[in-house]
């Protein structure tokens, strides 16, 4: 399979405290995103690295890429009750087109 | 705001019935895409379309069936709906850019969903 792996599965921490979700592929790409996806919803779009690429920010979120260990991270800062959801990542192969979704992390902050 | 929208949020039909699942976008993307979810198993490619008529099989096409008759829209079509058919359905729109020479996307446009069940 080219799904990528996210780790942990499931997440619970206080609000305030720091999150961070690992994702690992299998070949060689030519982007990685992340995706929320509230209970029940639809994903929404958070970011996303290329392969040349090494770090990215927006807000609260940042996101690392390790191409030669084939991983990446996301840490959410600062997390409040309203970042609970599943969080997603979903690799572009290069030479691909279509993207392929990781099994995802749960995360739960608490209040 | 941009949006991807899905017709029904909730959906219960009967084994053997045709099922149409409609999907609409206002971002004049090129790319439209039909996933299914379900637990354990995260998200599956059931096919996906990159121009008007034209429709692409994904990993688990068999049972459906899809239309893009125009840009804005793409139905996914359950052609004798089966239990195994009961999921949570996902519409999803890109646009496509080359990078690194080859053809990829900036990432998806999920619409909200169709949870449908099959009795």
């Known amino acids: 399979s080219q799904q990528g792996e996210e780790d942990p599965q499931a997440l619970s921490i206080q609000e305030g405290e720091n999150a961070t979700m690992n994702c690992s592929y299998k070949t060689s790409i030519n982007n990685l995103q992340w995706y929320r996806q509230n209970s029940g919803r639809g994903l929404v779009h958070l970011i996303l690295i290329r392969s040349n690429e090494r770090e990215k920010h927006s807000g609260r979120l940042r996101v690392t890429l390790d191409t030669s260990k084939k991983s990446s991270s996301l840490l959410i800062t600062a997390s409040r009750a309203a970042d609970t959801a599943s969080y997603f990542c979903?690799?572009?192969?290069?030479?691909?087109?279509?993207?392929?979704f990781g099994a995802g992390t749960r995360l739960f902050v608490k209040a | 705001d941009v949006k991807v929208t899905q017709s029904s949020r909730y959906l219960v039909k009967r084994t053997g019935e045709k099922v149409f699942l409609e999907c609409v976008q206002d971002m004049d993307h090129e790319n439209m895409f039909w996933y299914r979810q379900d637990p354990g198993l995260g998200l599956r490619l059931i096919y996906f379309?990159?121009?008007?008529?034209?429709?692409e099989k994904g990993d688990i096409p068999e049972g459906y069936s899809v239309s893009r008759e125009k840009k804005e829209r793409f139905s996914l079509i359950l052609e004798s709906a089966s239990t195994n058919q009961t999921s949570m359905y996902l519409c999803?729109?890109?646009?496509?850019?080359?990078?690194?020479?080859?053809?990829?996307?900036?990432?998806?446009?999920f619409g909200s969903g169709t949870r449908l069940t099959v009795v």
């Open positions: 979903a690799t572009v192969y290069t030479g691909g087109f279509k993207t392929i």
């Open positions: 999803a729109s890109s646009l496509s850019f080359f990078g690194q020479s080859v053809l990829t996307n900036y990432g998806y446009t």
């Open positions: 379309s990159y121009d008007v008529k034209m429709k």
